[in-house]
Every structure is written in structure tokens, then in C-alpha cells.
Nanobody
Framework: QVQLVESGGGLVQAGGSLRLSCAAS????????MAWFRQAPGKEREFVAS????????NYAESVKARFAISRDRGGNTVYLQMNSLKPEDTAVYYC????????????????WGQGTQVTVSS
């Protein structure tokens, strides 16, 4: 059973940066797609960014394109989300997700989820 553990969340002022990490363990050899989603209070969980196993293919939500960057370590079991120029509307719980197949932006494409890490951006 794959387990995902996120870290790196916190409180930051608008315009600041944070780097989230997600470490996968247990049965990771089959993992292909990995992604970040986020959920703000009272809203649906939404796609942020995804990355292929090799790291060669990435995909971003329009709202974060050019501000966020997703990357993956050489072993493929740790994924990062570098968040720059943060805005108050980026405040949410950020979730890491992984899939045993090629996956993109739909929640139902992902098989495993982390517990989430809170990101709060103050104005």
C-alpha cells in the first residue's frame, strides 16, 4: 500500500514563497503519475499540477501557471511543489496524489492521497 506524506506548508505573506514536499513509500515501483491538488474552505478539491514519472511531462492549472513549479526526484518517489508569488487565494490544504497509471488533472485518475498540508497566505 502506497503512503504519501506531505510537508512544507505554513504561513507566508502575499508575494512570498513556499516549497512543498511529498514522499511516497510502500509499493512505489508502479507509481506513474503524481500530482498536487488543493482544497480551500467551502470549496471543492481542485487540481494544481501533475508530473510524469520521468519528470518530463508536467501540467498546471491556469491559476498557478508561471508561479508554481512541480518537480520529481530521480528515484521518482518524492515530488515537490515550488510556489512563488503566493496570493491570499492560494490559501488551502494542499494534497499530494499518486497513480498507478498515466494521470493528469482529474481526481478520479489518482489512487493514493496524502493527509494534506495547510498553506496560508496573508494579505
Amino acid at each position: 500500500q502506497v503512503q504519501l506524506v506531505e510537508s512544507g506548508g505554513g504561513l507566508v505573506q502575499a508575494g512570498g514563497s513556499l516549497r512543498l514536499s511529498c514522499a511516497a513509500s510502500g509499493g512505489t515501483a508502479s507509481l506513474l503519475g503524481m500530482a498536487w491538488f488543493r482544497q480551500a474552505p467551502g470549496k471543492e478539491r481542485e487540481f494544481v499540477a501533475s508530473i510524469s514519472r520521468s519528470g518530463g511531462a508536467t501540467n498546471y492549472a491556469e491559476s498557478v501557471k508561471a508561479r508554481f513549479a512541480i518537480s520529481r526526484d530521480r528515484g521518482g518517489n518524492t515530488v515537490y511543489l515550488q510556489m512563488n508569488s503566493l496570493k491570499p487565494e492560494d490559501t488551502a490544504v494542499y494534497y499530494c496524489a499518486s497513480a498507478d497509471r498515466i494521470a493528469f488533472s482529474r481526481r478520479d485518475e489518482y489512487d493514493y492521497w496524502g493527509q494534506g498540508t495547510q498553506v496560508t497566505v496573508s494579505s
